[in-house]
């Protein structure tokens, strides 16, 4: 830190000099500086701005930053009513951005019995058993987070490594229980909740969905992609027949939950992939009120019809002080997920010979959608995990771009990007489309990805992060909550390591991030692909003050040490909206406790 010790130039807004922010100067010149709000002293601060990548200090005046520089010179910011922090030299970013995740689904889950660390099916049971004795009859039991690459056995019986549905059926004949795969595409289901959703050993298989049956035919409660849609809808039809008063009160709270989860973790703008019309209105009334999180959010709206009709209504930018902006349609889904075997590739599985995945929604109907989004001036931020689905999606997306040559300024995206052929690879740069891909999904996934695809596909296609950019691609991060925890550290670590299995392995290290490129992933980057660059992204003067304060410098840590790098503050406009308890004694060279190995899988 003693390079800061000598004055350094300070950026700011308007003019800055040798005064104080009391007023005292040389008459008439230089103009006082305006006092801050907040100043963080003593921290070692890497901007992502070219114009003055490192400081020590910072001044925020309003909700923005109003100057950079040396303890010294930002200290003439400090009035009697600034509130100054010494960081001991901490280390400071920009904002973390969430760059694909799922902020009710977030909050939701928090409120779900989690069987994501259970090491096994018997396990889950067992869960699920204590969550019954606790419930009325007739009350739906919902679970969030299993995987069953993760368990330490295999159930026996089973079909496809899953169990069959005795035990569950057994512990919970009153109560409809569902338990959400961690992929998000997939949910295990009992008997009684089959029965509600209609389903029944003769209903067909849906387009772009699978009933997972046993040897006899009979539908054993795992439903993939578009099957599980009648199971939702039955557990809908119960939360509808409850109080308002309590539907309310359910969904502020999934609300409340997951911002406090997601500020206590860094993030400071969520990218919100997915929420109706409906919810829409109602988040703008929440935010209205004021919220501690920056929210983008795309459209999910399986209706044509209702898009095309009211698309435009729904474009908001900046509201609530730029706390809540609508971008484009986001999360409609070409394929289902590796772990499901349900990822549409040009080749079968390598361990399913007949399989090569599912196109969940039909390519016309996401034409259509892309359409409308062009004409309407919103981007598309569409999911695609195989190679054969990025290809049809780059496909369609060459296609409008064709015919409405002004989306290409809309940044339109793909939201996973996991697994390309490499004749698609350089596609991205030369159509602009940004691939939103998430670090984690790498470390988890590993253990599955060369016995599902082989080492062929795997290596050349698997998780392209390098070879992406290295081809002038914007990539992305994020977590995709409640898939994966939304904590940012452990995704950082993925993408400057890409070791798993308690650091002891690594999946394909040449394709791993920079740290800068990592970083950049989480702040630059993902304010870019929200077309937010201006005002979010980097640590500007003018620009809003979201900041995070971490335990350990990321860029020069041991790797393994990542993991235990905290968050000691998150600041969003300039308020420090979460604050690790003990923080203000932190000292430099300070970590903490090892954090978890990854949870769960794609």
């Known amino acids: 830190m003693k390079s800061f010790r000598k004055w350094v130039p300070v950026i700011a807004l308007g003019f800055a000099g040798a005064c104080f922010a009391d007023g005292a100067s040389i008459a008439g010149f230089p103009p006082p500086l305006q006092p801050a709000d907040l100043v963080l002293l003593d921290a070692t601060i890497v901007t992502l701005d070219p114009l003055q990548p490192q400081a020590q200090a910072v001044a925020i005046r309003e909700g923005r930053i109003a100057a950079l520089g040396s303890d010294e010179a930002i200290r003439h910011y400090v009035g009697a009513k600034t509130q100054v922090v010494d960081l001991h030299g901490a280390f400071v970013t920009p904002g973390f951005i969430e760059g694909h995740g799922h902020l009710m689904d977030t909050g939701e889950a928090l409120m779900q019995v989690d069987v994501g660390k259970a090491a096994n099916w018997d396990e889950i049971v067992a869960i699920v058993k204590a969550a019954v004795a606790k419930a009325k009859p007739g009350e739906w039991i919902i679970g969030q987070g299993w995987q069953q690459a993760k368990w330490n056995k295999t159930p026996q019986p089973n079909v496809d490594g899953l169990p069959l549905p005795a035990s569950l059926d057994a512990i919970s004949p009153n109560n409809p229980v569902l338990l959400n795969h961690a992929s998000g595409h997939g949910i295990y289901a009992n008997a009684q909740a089959l029965k509600l959703a209609g389903i029944g050993d003769n209903t067909p298989d849906p387009a772009g969905g699978t009933i997972v049956r046993d040897a006899q035919g009979h539908a054993m409660g795992m439903l993939r992609d578009s099957a599980a849609d009648p199971v939702f809808a039955a557990y809908n039809r119960y939360l509808q027949k409850l109080p308002a008063s309590e539907q309310e009160a359910r969904r502020e709270r999934a609300l409340q939950l997951a911002m406090q989860n997601e500020v206590s973790k860094g993030i400071t703008s969520f990218v919100d992939q997915g929420e109706s019309f409906e919810t829409i209105d109602w988040m703008k009334r929440q935010f209205a009120k004021g919220q501690p999180l920056r929210l983008f959010v795309y459209i999910d709206e399986k209706s044509v019809d209702k898009l095309d009709k009211h698309l435009k209504e729904y474009r908001i930018d900046g509201y609530a002080d730029h706390h809540l902006s609508v971008l484009g349609l986001g999360e409609d889904v070409s394929d289902g997920a590796l772990g499901t075997h349900s990822a549409w590739f040009l080749e079968p599985y390598n361990d399913a010979p007949g399989i090569t995945g599912k196109n969940v929604t039909a390519m016309s109907d996401l034409a259509q959608m892309a359409r409308i989004a062009a004409r309407d001036g919103f981007q598309m931020a569409i999911h695609a995990i195989g190679d054969r689905a990025n290809r049809e999606l780059l496909d369609l997306y060459q296609n409008v771009f064709t015919q409405y040559p002004a989306a290409t300024a809309k940044r339109w995206r793909i939201e996973h990007a996991q697994h390309l052929n490499p004749a698609d690879v350089p596609r991205f740069a030369g159509l602009g489309v940004i691939a939103s891909m998430q670090s984690i999904h790498t470390c988890s996934d590993a253990p599955m990805v060369v016995p599902h695809l082989g080492e ?70 993902n304010a870019y692909a929200i077309l937010a660059e201006d005002r979010l992204g980097s640590l500007t003067p003018g620009k809003l003050a979201d900041l995070d304060v971490f335990s350990g410098n990321l860029l020069t840590l041991p790797a393994e040490d990542i993991l235990r790098t905290r968050v000691l503050y998150t600041i969003v406009g300039g308020k420090i909206a979460y604050r690790r308890d003990g923080a203000e004694h932190w000292r430099k060279g300070q970590l903490s406790e090892p954090m978890p190995e990854f949870d769960h899988a794609e």
């Open 456 to 525: 062929q596909r795997a290596q050349e296609g698997a998780y392209m992060w390098k070879t992406l950019i290295d081809s002038g691609a914007i990539v992305l991060d994020g977590t995709d909550t409640p898939v994966e925890d939304t904590n940012p550290i452990p995704n950082f670590y993925c993408g400057v390591t890409r070791a798993y299995a308690h650091g002891k392995k690594t999946f394909y290290p040449a394709q791993a991030k920079t740290r800068m490129q990592e970083l950049q992933s989480y702040t630059w980057n």
